[in-house]
């Protein structure tokens, strides 16, 4: 919906009565109260005037007529006539954020805000300017414009408005960015904890089959393993035959030194019975 509000006459400007048309866009999602102004020259005094005169008229006429991209194309003839005149740049760049080109219109819309030496019209200028930055999103640029506006001209209740429409929009976009930012970093905690919670169970299954795979080598032992195990065995039985070798040596030194043992025993008696042979021939 679209309402207009009041025709100002806001004085004299090189000469020329100019006069702003003040209109409020309303929209529902935002409630921002958008004001177009466009400047009508009167009486132009060169062939060049005369023709920048026509051109703005017919911009403004598509404007109206909501044919905003054959706005801005008559709004750029105009200027091409007269590209120092801040009423043109004025009403380009509101054209062009009527057309959605939003980044073109601020430049144009600043441009003109710093050539007018009315306040009220930069003013207007600046608040035109934070509404296209509004509606790119861009917040914060939106409302430097706002404050700007309210420096120059404190009088219109829709720049207090729509300034305090983007502060509003500033905060609840913090507050989302920070709800947003504490569930990533949820999202991103529980995400470690699974991460880790996997690495220990493939970390324990790993254990657990390397345990099994160990004891299946114990069970079945490949030819080799049984080839090195024979090699290994054969110096031990070596040294068993020679341990038991020795045993039979030692035996038969025993056994010599028995009959030896016995041989003494023989030796003596016998020397004794000999001796008692000789005693009993005397008698």
Known sequence: MMDVHYLNHIGNHYGRNIYVYRFTFYIPSWFILLVISSIVIFR???????????????????????????????????????????????????????????????????????????????????????????????????????????????????????????LRKLNQQKQSQEQQD????????????????????????????????????????????GEQKDQNQQPSNQQQNEDKTMTQEEAKRLLDAINDEEKRALSQRYMQMKSDMRQGDDW
């Open 44 to 166: 132009p005094d060169t062939v060049s005037a005369d023709k920048a005169s026509a051109a703005n008229k017919q911009g403004i006429k598509a404007f109206n007529e909501q044919k905003y991209d054959e706005s801005v194309e008559h709004f750029t003839e105009a200027l091409v006539e007269s590209p120092d005149t801040p009423e043109l740049k004025f009403n380009r760049g509101t054209a062009l954020s009527a057309a959605g080109k939003n980044e073109e219109a601020v430049g144009e819309l600043k441009s003109s805000a710093a050539r007018f030496e009315n306040n009220e019209q930069s003013a207007a200028a600046h608040y035109n300017a934070g509404n296209a930055l509004l509606t790119s999103n861009n917040i914060e640029a939106a409302i430097q414009e706002y404050k700007q506006a309210v420096k120059l001209d404190q009088v219109p209740e829709d720049i207090r408005h729509n300034l305090e429409l983007a």
């Open 182 to 225: 504490k569930e990533n970093s949820e999202e991103n905690k529980e995400k470690e904890e699974d991460k880790e919670s996997k690495q220990q169970k493939d970390q324990e299954n790993k254990e657990e089959q390397d345990k099994q795979d160990e004891q299946q080598s114990d069970k079945t032992q490949s030819p080799e393993d």
